[in-house]
């Protein structure tokens, strides 16, 4: 039976943006989960990050390091717990594919054990500790008592400077080269990135970044979270996946996007489009059967359900066609987790065959995007989003990833279009004005 935790009740309601300055001001680690309802804070000096580049074993080791600590520190909060992220290349070099290096660590973990949450609804903020942090919840309950200021940033003069790893002919060179992968019948289907990288006039704040890109995306829950100097901002539509406590596990890949218009009928149009296009249709199925291999491995025979096919969501700037997969785990969350890893709708099909093909063409590191972020938490449950829709920020620079999956009856221009549609508003919550 998991041990209660400690709840300290604030007196007054606190801006999580506040909360957030207050925590980074004195904390190294910070992670801020933005949810509609409830909102999430919480800090460490101390993180887990890996040195050195992957490993083909190191999924299963930082995994197995997260889950002796969670099932040492069991308690009943779902948002206690490890707070970070797996870099693809950490997922590409456990599958035994080839792993460009990469500048941003390839794992990285801050364990909360305090944290203050913030219900939007009822105007309340609470400090919440697992067992024996009682010291820890008393003095981060009296810093969030008192008065807190949220500074204007000013932003610094001078435009972004940002360019593509790969420009508009290059990508489209790649699509065909993947549909000629394709039809050799080295892949069923691929999916391939590009990257946008930005110089910025000074190190941005994370917070009015984060901010920009919740009021652009809309999406239920959004992550900031800073570790060893790296922030991923992230607002990311895509459950990699989602672990109740009692074991019951959900994915739900997204493939097929769509752009939204301002006329309720192009709008309404474009969404039956996506709904009824043969391509986007394949290109999901091809990776909902990938995900249902991926959790068989690790469920009760016969407990893997597609729940949701062909599902179409909207949020402000895109249409998404989503499926919903299901299954109950016979063992530890961390287990699905390495299972899974890298997401099936950043590879393709087969996945490492895919890897080993898109590594070939992208000639460099994807980072964080394409990873997963998020939680495992010390009641057990897991909730890790795909690294898509979001922000890696560092120092003056930062780093953007946009793609698209790719079947034989991808059309290389609109492949381009779409990956341009994806990185507008990123762009643009970095100041860039005409992107």
């Known amino acids: 039976m998991p041990s209660p935790v400690l709840r300290l009740p604030l007196p007054r309601w606190i801006q999580p943006e506040a ?4 925590l980074s001001a004195r904390h190294p680690h910070v992670v801020w989960r933005a949810g509609a309802a409830l909102d999430f804070l919480a800090a460490a000096d101390e993180a887990l990050v890996p040195p050195g580049p992957p490993a083909a074993d190191g999924v299963d080791a930082v995994l197995a390091r997260l889950a002796e600590r969670t099932d040492a520190e069991r308690a009943s909060s779902a948002l206690l717990g490890w707070w970070g992220w797996l870099g693809y290349e950490a997922g590409a070099a456990a599958l035994g594919a080839p792993a ?58 001078g435009e972004p400077e940002w360019v593509w790893r790969h420009s508009r002919e290059e990508y489209l060179g790649m699509v065909e080269a993947c549909r000629a992968a394709i039809t050799r019948g080295d892949a069923y289907q691929l999916c391939l990135t590009n990257r946008i990288d930005v110089e910025l006039p000074a190190p941005p704040d994370a917070v009015p970044v984060f901010t920009r890109l919740r009021e652009a995306a809309r999406v239920p829950t959004a992550l900031l979270l800073r570790i060893d100097g790296w922030t991923l901002a992230s607002v990311s539509p895509e459950t990699f996946l989602d672990v109740t406590p009692q074991g019951r596990a959900s994915s739900r890949p997204i493939k097929g996007t769509r752009r939204r218009d301002p006329d309720p009928a192009v709008d309404a149009a474009l969404a039956d489009e996506l709904r009824a296009s043969d391509k986007e249709r394949a290109e999901n199925l091809m990776i909902v059967d990938l995900v249902r291999n991926d959790l068989a491995r690790v469920s009760r025979t016969g407990s893997v359900e597609v729940t ?29 987790v390495a299972s899974l890893f890298p997401a099936g709708s950043m590879t393709g099909t087969p996945k490492r065959a895919a890897v080993q093909l898109l590594h070939a063409l992208e000639r460099g590191a994807r980072g964080l ?29 930062a780093a953007i990833g946009t793609g698209g999956g790719i079947t034989i009856l991808s059309e290389p221009q609109q492949e381009w279009d779409e990956t341009v549609l994806k990185a507008r508003p990123l762009l643009a919550a970095l100041g860039v004005r005409d992107a």
């Open 100 to 157: 460009a290096p990469s500048d941003s660590p390839p794992a990285a973990f801050l364990f909360a054990a305090v944290g203050v949450e913030l219900d939007r609804g009822a105007r309340t903020a609470s400090v919440v500790a697992l067992p024996g942090r009682e010291a820890q919840a008393e003095a981060l309950a009296a810093l969030l008592s008192e008065p807190q200021v949220v500074p204007i940033s000013d932003p610094a003069s």
């Open 369 to 397: 995007y394409a990873g997963a972020a998020g939680r495992l938490s010390v009641d057990g449950g897991v909730e890790l989003a795909v690294v898509i829709r979001s922000v890696v920020l560092h120092g003056c620079s």
């Open 308 to 336: 949701g096919l062909f599902d179409v969501e909207s949020y402000r700037t895109v249409h998404q066609l989503v499926s919903t997969i299901e299954s109950d785990l016979v063992g530890a969350p961390a287990t699905a």
């Open 19 to 22: 909360a957030w300055r207050a």
